[in-house]
């Protein structure tokens, strides 16, 4: 099935710039800026779609049960609505696809990779007023309810891409011991900030591009929004720079990649002399 495209320049510009001013608001919305990478990847996303996606995030809210009380019965509620009722769910398929990150598809197929599913309980719960956030468990992400730190702290973990089975302690070590094979550590079990998770889902749309060369241009997009985060790796411009040389934009990229190793000098000159060389060897690519 083909991916999605990206919109015309003048839309990708205007979408770039609410989405630079979107994540630099004192509280960031998720849904927001969730809906703003899918117009980024998916040029038939219109405003009317993207309003249409906040309309249905307010009525599953509204489909809630008033205020279920304990973090245990708020998780069982979401997973009672989301995962049973409307069967929102991932498969190991929906790896393989782009529209698994992209929140209006996510919505629409009830499909998409765990992180993206996560945004959609965490949107739902948040309308309806529950202590809800991510939780970045290692290879897999995951939402949580009540206090964090933990079960014994009234923490409850719920899995959306398992239709939102809800999570026992050793549930969620064994994830995390298939993932690392080591142990759960508290710090895992910390809350993730709203731009934490834009960026995450970023991350996986460059890594579903990169393994695939005829894709570039989603890589490129990627990366541009992630470059637009307040936080972000410098090493995000030294792969800008390399995926320009790669897309055939060797001027433009030999320069980046000249403007990265002028700022990686002051700390490793070494990695800035074969920066140097990078760009040199693009350069001559010109000839």
């Known amino acids: ?96 696809r782009l529209e698994s990150s992209l929140l209006h598809a996510v919505l629409r197929r009830r499909r998409g990779l765990p992180i993206l599913l996560s945004a959609v309980w965490i949107e739902v719960a948040r309308r309806a007023g529950a202590p809800v956030y991510g939780v970045a468990l290692p290879g897999h992400f995951v939402v949580g309810f009540g206090d964090p730190g933990g079960p014994g702290a009234g923490q409850v973990l719920a ?45 996986n749309v460059r890594a579903w591009a990169a ?20 936080s972000h790796p410098a090493r995000l411009r030294h792969e800008r720079a390399q995926l320009l040389v790669q897309r055939g934009e060797f001027t433009a990229g030999a320069a980046e990649l000249e403007a990265y190793a002028d700022i990686v000098t002051a700390v490793d000159p070494e990695a800035a002399d074969r920066i140097r060389g990078e760009a040199l060897a693009a350069r001559a690519l010109l000839n």
């Open 1 to 96: 099935m083909r991916s999605p495209c990206p919109p015309p320049p003048d839309r990708s510009a205007e979408l770039r710039k609410r989405f630079a001013g979107e994540a630099r608001c004192e509280r960031p919305g998720l849904s927001a800026l969730c809906l703003l990478v899918a117009a980024e990847g998916d040029g038939t996303l219109d405003e009317a779609g993207m309003d249409a996606v906040e309309i249905e995030l307010d009525r599953l809210a509204g489909e809630l049960p008033h205020r279920p009380g304990s973090p245990h019965a708020w998780a069982v509620a979401l997973r009672d609505l989301l995962g049973e009722r409307y069967g929102f769910h991932g498969l190991p398929d929906d790896y393989r």
């Open 159 to 203: 899995d959306p891409f398992d239709g939102g089975r809800v999570l026992t302690g050793p549930d969620a070590e064994l994830l995390v011991a298939g993932a690392t094979g080591g142990p759960l550590e508290p710090s895992m079990l910390t809350p993730a900030g709203t731009l934490e998770v834009v960026a995450r889902i970023l991350n």
């Open 211 to 230: 393994t695939r060369p005829e894709r570039t241009d989603v890589g490129l997009w990627a990366l541009d929004l992630a470059l637009l985060l307040p």
